[in-house]
T-cell receptor
Framework: AQSVTQLGSHVSVSEGALVLLRCNYS??????LFWYVQYPNQGLQLLLK??????LVKGINGFEAEFKKSETSFHLTKPSAHMSDAAEYFC?????????????FGKGTKLSVIP | GAGVSQTPSNKVTEKGKYVELRCDPI?????LYWYRQSLGQGPEFLIY????????DSGLPNDRFFAVRPEGSVSTLKIQRTERGDSAVYLC????????????FGEGSWLTVV
């Protein structure tokens, strides 16, 4: 079984500041980990994914995340926030191999960017 | 098509009525998924199809919910005797080994039961 905890349902940052969105997971099998972004009235868009290759994963729009097994974490970062980054972000986990189809999502973190 | 297409985008129905939600996956994607997203929550898995068959329907909440994919492409999620608690966004997604099994989501069908 897998679960995801996203710390902070709402995060506000100033434009140009560091973005840090936290995600901790639990999994009984080696996990695959994902970050999705959801803009208002749109579907989920994949930002990046970890599938047991490099622990530092680079995604679209300047985002990256680091898999830390010892901390069971997969935090999302971006060095400098843009106004266009304002959206809701979801961390998700799945099993690897045969269990990779079923994503378990966190409750999401809404990111606001202040001009 | 270019992306996962879902219809209707919005549906308001009365309690007790029957509802069908349609999903047209990305062309060539063999795997199809349904998720449900309630207000303030992350999406929750409902069912997974590989081809025409439901490989895992463990997320369907009860027997009022049923989904089909008769020709291995378009899928329909069917909800009988709708209840107010069924109000949510129903998300469809698809994937393919050719695209690294990345799961691509549609924009969802907003269902409101009044």
């Amino acid at each position: 079984a897998q679960s995801v905890t996203q710390l902070g349902s709402h995060v506000s940052v100033s434009e140009g500041a560091l973005v840090l969105l936290r995600c901790n997971y639990s999994s009984s099998v080696p996990p695959y980990l994902f970050w999705y972004v959801q803009y208002p009235n749109q579907g989920l868009q994949l930002l990046l994914k970890y599938t047991s290759a490099a622990t530092l994963v680079k995604g679209i729009n300047g985002f990256e995340a680091e898999f830390k097994k010892s901390e069971t974490s997969f935090h999302l970062t971006k060095p400098s926030a843009h106004m266009s980054d304002a959206a809701e972000y979801f961390c998700a986990v799945s099993g690897s191999g045969a269990g990779s189809y079923q994503l378990t999502f966190g409750k999401g973190t809404k990111l606001s960017v202040i001009p | 098509g270019a992306g996962v297409s879902q219809t209707p985008s919005n549906k308001v129905t009365e309690k007790g009525k029957y509802v069908e939600l349609r999903c047209d996956p990305i062309s060539g994607h063999t795997a199809l998924y349904w998720y449900r997203q309630s207000l303030g929550q992350g999406p929750e898995f409902l069912i997974y199809f590989q081809g025409t068959g439901a490989a895992d329907d463990s997320g369907l909440p009860n027997d009022r919910f049923f989904a089909v994919r008769p020709e291995g492409s378009v899928s329909t999620l069917k909800i009988q005797r709708t209840e107010r608690g069924d109000s949510a966004v129903y998300l469809c997604a698809s994937s393919s080994p050719d695209s690294g099994n990345t799961i691509y989501f549609g924009e969802g069908s907003w269902l409101t039961v009044v």
